[in-house]
């Protein structure tokens, strides 16, 4: 039985040392865009449980060209962990949602990057207009492009909640559409919002396994300073997960998840400065470590049988 370098999942680190034969670092980067939920398109306060950091507070500064923002994460992750290959990732806000010309200039601009193995893309499925989607296919000609969509949830009545913005039709056509262009999507899901049991996070793991996607995010659900969602909170609406009922519930994900889908991400690390629950995950070691020990003491391997080779 196959594991993944001691891990009950097929991780993302061990996906990119698979295709590129060596460890990629992720470049954060901030493309100056903005967002249809808050340029008054379709709202002007963003999703309930989005920072002013539009999901970009580690992204780096949008004031800099999109190579000195390379530059300089290469530079500070090459001194501490001696990389030389990385991905661009554009994720501070909507990273589509700018005119064609322009997604064209810093996207050519980091692919063309020396440094640079991969591009990936976080955006929204309602942003991806056909010049656009012609644009990713052409890129990805060159070195691979993956697309980050956020959908959060399936279930409807979750994402009004949120202000999400779009309805899951629209999830399905962005999907359809990236697959004709040979293009990896990879998806956003949030554990723990408010309002969904267990049964609702784990119809939702389901949902994804029968799209064609090939990665996915696990994102705790995260309170942040200056959010709806903060005073949502602070109000009593709702409480946030303990570290073992999180672990629960990303253990019964992956059980649930197929596994040729790519897990990227199995927590999250808030800025510790608009961090105001839940805290413990502001101890990402800890808690990634509790979950591979966690996973072995309930053998959880994809819904199989966990065992060392």
Known sequence: MKNWNGKPYYSF???????????????????????????????????????QGGSGDFAGDRRDSITLQIDK????????????????????????????????????????????????????????????????????????????LGLQTIHEQTAEYIRRGYPLSCFEDAVKALHQRNLEVIVHTILGLPGESRKDILETMEYLNRQKIQGIKLQLLHVLKGTDLAQDYLDGKFSVYSMEEYLDTVIDCLEHLSPDIVIHRLTG????????????????????NALHHECKMRGAYQGRLYKED
């Open 73 to 148: 994460q290469a530079a500070k992750l090459s001194q501490k962990r001696k990389a030389s290959a990385f991905i661009a990732y554009f994720q501070a806000y909507t990273n589509t949602y700018a005119p064609a010309e322009y997604l064209k200039k810093i996207y050519t601009e980091a692919i063309r990057h020396p440094l640079v193995a991969a591009v990936s893309i976080g955006t929204r499925p309602d942003c991806l207009g056909p010049e656009v989607l012609d644009l990713l296919e052409e890129l990805n000609r060159i070195k691979p492009v993956w697309v980050e």
């Open 269 to 288: 690390d808030g800025p510790k400065d608009l961090l105001i629950a839940p805290l413990w995950s502001s101890k990402k070691r800890t808690v990634l």
């Open 13 to 51: 680190d061990y996906m990119l040392k698979e295709r590129f034969s060596e460890k990629i670092y992720k470049t954060a980067l901030n493309g100056g865009m903005t967002c249809p939920n808050r340029d008054g398109t379709l709202g002007t306060r963003g999703c309930i449980f989005c920072s």
